[in-house]
């Protein structure tokens, strides 16, 4: 599930890159920003985590927000904003596939909105059977939908993020993310056979903190670690 093109309200908005160039990088980090921010806010990130040998791709939303509603409203409500935020986000991935970076050595981390976009991009992409990138760091977000809704991990698909690593870190205190969705998110990518890390901070609100930080600066220092001298 990649797209080489951004369809719909998000369209025409070109990445912000930073890092690495891509025609050097042997790794990518894909910056999603979250509800009034922006690609330029998310870059700060991968530099707290050291990753500025990496490429680092980091796709605009359109009027800073990804889509209009809760993460917590029905899928339908969010559209078409939400498939042309799955568009921007896999135009991203294709990106850095396009310059030689492997899936496995690709990290989406994303925040709030951003997280939650994250999440779903994989999600979807285990759905078919796909395993789009290496890792994924999702700050303070969960799976987009209606919690009402079960989403049962398809037992045909349960080795499909094999590999991938794929970290939730959120605030038990954070107003806008359930921590309840949160721990249903890591059982749902646990079940699709990722390696899933959860991390739940007691009375933290809907903020980045160290530990996210350091959990990214992990996951970069292992891609590092494998690649080829």
């Known amino acids: 599930m990649t797209f080489t093109s951004i369809s719909g309200p998000h369209a025409g908005l070109a990445p912000v890159l930073d890092g690495a160039p891509l025609s050097d ?15 330029d806010g998310m870059v700060p990130v991968a530099r707290a985590a050291r990753a500025l040998d990496a490429a680092l791709i980091a796709p605009r939303a359109s009027g800073n927000s990804w889509y209009p509603n809760r993460f917590l409203a029905p899928q339908e409500e969010n559209q078409p ?7 921007a986000v896999g135009s991203a991935v294709a990106m850095a596939a396009a310059a030689g970076i492997p899936a496995a050595r690709t990290i989406l981390v994303g925040f709030s909105q951003g997280a939650c976009l994250s999440l ?3 999600a979807r992409a285990a ?7 290496g890792g994924v760091v999702a700050m303070a977000g969960a799976l987009v939908g209606d919690p009402t809704l079960p989403r049962v991990a398809d037992p045909a698909r349960a080795s499909a993020l094999t590999g991938t690593q794929v970290v939730l870190a ?6 806008h993310i359930p921590e309840d969705l949160v721990r249903r998110a890591a059982e749902y990518f646990a079940a699709l056979g990722a390696q899933t890390e959860l991390r739940i901070y007691p009375g933290v609100g809907h903020d980045i903190v160290g530990d ?17 001298a």
Do not use: F, K, N
């Not at 990088?25 to 690609?39: D, E, K, P, S």
């Open 25 to 39: 990088a042997r790794m990518a980090l894909i910056l999603v920003h979250g509800r009034g921010g922006t690609a």
């Open 81 to 87: 904003w939400l498939d042309s935020a799955l568009s």
């Open 120 to 122: 779903e991009y994989v």
């Open 127 to 133: 759905a078919h059977g796909e395993a789009p990138v």
């Open 170 to 175: 959120c605030g038990d205190a954070d107003p």
């Open 212 to 228: 996210q930080i350091a959990a990214l600066r992990s996951l970069v220092d292992t891609v590092r670690a494998e690649l080829p």
